[in-house]
């Protein structure tokens, strides 16, 4: 029997993991709640099944999820990433079920989403990371004493985290005592709202460090395999907007042990199916451990340019017990990557969201190297609920500098009128120097706020894009009259 496979998702993820389900040939099955009643992932699957009015919360109910899996005899569901992908009741509840869990199990989700726990794990293997601690206690003024005796030993500046954070959420620098008491409650306050645990600890910080990450994936028998490595420096609010690959770090020895490190990472986790490990690397290329992520990353696309590996298509095969096809000397990294998530976003405002807004032109690049993964077209409205991620532009090219050029002329092709996007501010950075020489760090954006001084896209070319698709629309026929 064919099989049927349900994707707990929406937006451009829930379309990409879609379309590698129905190129295994089997069934794919969308679920959505009110606000994404005009949402491209339920045209683009075989089912869709309303669970809901939303917002948010039916994409979070797990009993609700479940019970539409048994009702539709789902043989397994796919969790994307956000939402419940890393929540390991979800991973357990499947599993309970019946249900093949296209992911870790919910053991491995739920130590390595307890940063303290992943850092007891890696410590064990002796992978290296930052000096932290454990979870500060409860009261207050003591979680303050311990605090300040942990900065004073290893030396401002630290930070604070959210045991349980995800999406740079409950992470705050502290640079002197005087901060600490009043930091520590925002990272608290932070944390419950976004993960309803306030459980903070704490960590040394590495100055201006590189992020960069590899990509994991594991079957069930035992074999590990990295495909090699991301940076992802180029942040906002600790969270990512540009990422390429591979690392363009100088460095390939430095390179292939911080792969084989994190190899060791999974190992020592009994991690199964795709993953992320993150490190920090800094100025005197010494790297640590930050985080495993126990899901599909946004962005994995620019690891599969530069692979040849369909990531989503191999984690579906391996859930249901296939075993990897390929070994390490398999995989071969070729040319260069560059994923960058437009978003509907205002960069001169903050990066304040723009959701509730309607598409009114969509007129996308295409051509050689070009990858698209978005769910937006002509007449769609944002809903205003969810995240402000619209399309993930991957571009690929054998040299980095054609790499670069490729970028470029797809920004420069690319139309959206409506909401305000990452568009005009990507157009800034892909002429900037150190972005070009390819050298950042995570305070890269920072240090160039020259990159938010542009003009508004409300520009005649624009105007007249939205025109001409209008235009377009209605079917006018200038030659017919
Ligand atoms: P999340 O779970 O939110 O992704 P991470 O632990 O991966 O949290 O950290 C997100 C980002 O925050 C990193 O990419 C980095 O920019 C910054 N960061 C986190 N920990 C440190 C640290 N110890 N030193 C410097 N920067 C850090
Ligand atoms: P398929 O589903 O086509 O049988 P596999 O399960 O063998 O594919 O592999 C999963 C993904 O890895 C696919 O995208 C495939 O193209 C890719 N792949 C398989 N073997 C190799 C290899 N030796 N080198 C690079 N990519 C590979
Ligand atoms: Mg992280």
């Given at each position: 029997m064919k099989k049927k496979i349900l994707v707990a998702n929406r937006g451009e993820i829930a379309c990409r993991i879609i379309r590698a389900i129905q190129e295994l040939g089997y069934t794919a099955v969308a679920i959505y709640e009110t606000p994404d009643n005009a949402a491209l992932h339920i045209s683009v699957a075989d089912e869709a099944v309303w669970i809901g009015d939303g917002p948010r919360c039916d994409y979070l109910n797990i009993d609700k999820i479940i019970k539409v899996a048994k009702n539709h005899n789902i043989d397994g569901i796919h969790p994307g990433y956000g939402f419940l992908a890393e929540n390991p009741h979800f991973s357990q509840a499947c599993a309970d079920n019946g249900i093949t869990f296209i992911g870790p199990t919910a053991e491995v989700i739920s130590q390595l989403g307890d940063k303290v726990t992943a850092r007891r794990i890696m410590a064990e293997a002796k992978i290296p990371m930052v000096p932290g601690t454990d979870n500060l206690p409860a009261d207050e003024t003591e979680a303050v004493k311990m605090a300040l005796e942990f900065a004073n030993r290893v030396k401002y500046p630290i930070m604070l985290k959210a045991?349980?954070?995800?999406?740079?959420?409950g992470i705050r620098q502290v640079d002197n005592d005087a901060q600490m008491k009043e930091q520590l409650q925002i990272a608290r306050a932070e944390a419950k709202a976004a993960f309803s645990n306030d459980n903070v600890y704490m960590e040394k910080v590495v100055v201006k460090p590189k992020h960069v990450e590899v990509q994991i994936i594991a079957d069930q028998f035992g074999s590990t395999v990295h495909l090699g490595t991301r940076d992802c420096s180029i942040q906002r609010r600790n969270q990512k907007l540009v990422e390429i690959a591979p690392s363009l770090i100088k460095d390939q020895k430095l390179l292939d042990e911080i792969c084989e490190t994190a190899v060791r990472a999974a190992k020592a986790a009994n991690y199964t199916n795709a993953g992320t490990v993150e490190f920090l690397i800094d100025k005197d290329m010494n790297y640590y451990f930050m985080e495993i992520n126990t899901r599909i990353q946004v962005e994995h696309t620019v690891t599969e340019m530069v692979t040849g590996i369909d990531i989503v298509r191999t984690q579906i095969k391996l859930a249901f017990g296939k075993p990897l096809?390929?070994?390490?000397?398999d995989v071969r990294i070729r040319g260069h990557a560059i994923e960058m998530?437009?978003?509907?976003?205002?960069p001169q405002n903050n990066f304040m969201p723009e959701g509730g807004?309607?598409?009114t032109t969509y007129r996308s690049p295409g051509g050689y190297g070009v990858r698209l993964d978005g769910f937006v077209y002509q007449g769609f409205t944002i809903p205003q609920v969810y995240d402000s991620l619209l399309v993930k532009m991957t571009v690929f090219g054998y040299s980095w500098n054609e790499t670069v050029d490729r970028l470029r002329r797809c920004l420069t092709n690319y139309v959206i009128t409506g909401p305000k996007t990452t568009i005009p501010f990507y157009l800034q950075l892909v002429n900037e120097p150190q972005f070009q020489s390819g050298d950042f760090d995570t305070s890269y954006l920072e240090n160039h706020p020259e990159l938010l001084e542009y003009k508004d896209d409300d520009s005649e070319v624009n105007k007249l894009a939205a025109l001409i698709a209008e235009i377009h629309h209605k079917g006018f026929n200038p030659y017919a009259a």
């Open positions: 045991t349980a954070g995800g999406g740079g959420r096809s390929f070994k390490q000397s998530r437009i978003n509907a976003e205002d807004k309607t598409v």
